[in-house]
């Protein structure tokens, strides 16, 4: 089917070819028009997002009252890094070689579709709001929340913890080499960019490890591929990306925004949420004990080999990461979009504490 490139493209015709061909929408009924609201304004950094509310001819009483489409960005910054990461394809896969067997609640997918030479992209999904409330990494999240998602993270790793089956994802890439990718293309330039517009949110030590993070960075993965399991990682595991469960939901928690799932080390997505979603008293009030608990359940689940004191480890390694990873997007970012700025802001100010806590600059490798 056609992909379309913008929201006026998604015509009534189209979405009824769309949804007949799900198996949503019977024979006889019809799309007669849609309205568009545009989501993720400073939410999401590389795509547009708009819910679709549907009106129908015929009978279409098991068909959505709305959905959610998702577009590759028409900012040319975003487009160019979600290409280098592979996002917009990675996602399109995702939906349709795993999507709800991934191990974690997610939306339901009722078109996917991409075209790489034309750079065109395109998802229909679950309007997850109608069942519930969407997360908001700027004001954070309560303790109980935070535990959640931890204790439905620990159950998605746990599934694919060293799985011969991850072989099978040729579209997932291995995290290792997707930091390799954005340290050797992106960072150079990004760095300076980076410490101009967020280096006052960041304590004096971080800023000065920025500017030569990348070789360092670069010598640290060959550590972790050699130290550490691999399992299926989210890649953006942030509360904007989260619905919380409400209003009957099948998922205590579904999670959205697939574009970087990648074969890595669980610690990754442990540091990326507490890391930039928590504010700082609120992360060193609960620290261990999400730790702890991300823990226990992986070897409730039959994880073995894989010591706390290992997970420790790993999760101080993964800040720096996560370092190097934003100082990308952060140079990047679409600076018109007040509430983007604000969050880039708040993550960039909550990261350097994680990591001036967790002393994480001395695991760098000189």
């Not at 339901?108 to 109608?130: F, H, I, K, P, S």
Request: some cysteine; overall charge negative.
């Amino acid at each position: 089917m056609y992909i379309p490139t913008a929201f006026d493209e998604i015509t009534p015709q189209w979405l009824t070819e769309t949804l007949r061909a799900s198996g949503d929408l019977p024979a006889g009924a019809s799309v007669v028009s849609r309205d568009v609201e545009r989501l993720g304004e400073g939410v999401g950094f590389v795509g547009q997002i708009g819910r679709l509310r549907l009106s129908y001819s015929g009978d279409a009483a098991r068909a959505p009252a709305s959905v959610i489409a998702k577009l590759p960005s028409s900012e040319e910054g975003a487009r160019a890094i979600a290409n280098l990461y592979g996002l917009y394809e990675r996602e399109v896969h995702f939906y349709k070689s795993l999507g709800a067997g991934v191990g974690i609640g997610t939306a339901r997918c009722y078109w996917a579709a991409g075209d790489t030479e034309a750079g065109r992209y395109g998802l229909l999904l679950e309007d997850l709001g109608a069942t519930g409330r969407l997360g908001d990494q700027l004001g954070g999240c309560s303790e109980d929340e935070a535990l959640l998602a931890v204790r439905e993270l620990a159950g998605m790793h746990a599934a694919w913890w060293s799985s011969p089956k991850l072989e099978s994802f040729d579209w997932m890439h291995l995290g290792v080499d997707l930091v390799r990718a954005a340290m050797t293309f992106a960072y150079p330039n990004a760095w300076p960019v980076a410490i101009d517009l967020f280096g006052k949110h960041m304590s004096p030590e971080v800023q000065t490890v920025v500017e030569g993070l990348a070789p360092r960075l670069m010598k640290l993965m060959d550590v972790i591929v050699a130290d550490v399991p691999i399992t299926v990682v989210h890649g953006d595991f942030r509360l904007d990306n989260m619905f919380f469960r409400q209003n009957g939901a099948a998922h205590r928690l579904a999670v959205v925004d697939w574009q970087s799932p990648n074969r890595g080390w669980g610690a990754y997505d442990l540091a990326y949420f507490m890391g930039g979603n928590m504010p700082s008293e609120r992360r060193r009030a609960c620290e261990r004990e999400m730790l702890d608990t991300y823990h226990r359940l992986l070897v409730d689940a039959g994880v073995r080999g894989y010591s706390a004191d290992q997970l420790w480890l790993d999760y101080r390694r993964s800040m720096m990461v996560y370092l190097g990873i934003f100082t990308v997007s952060g140079a990047t970012l679409d600076f018109s979009n007040e509430r983007a700025v604000e969050l880039m802001a708040a993550i960039f100010q909550r990261l350097s504490d994680a990591i001036m806590d967790l002393d994480a600059i001395a695991l760098l490798p000189e």
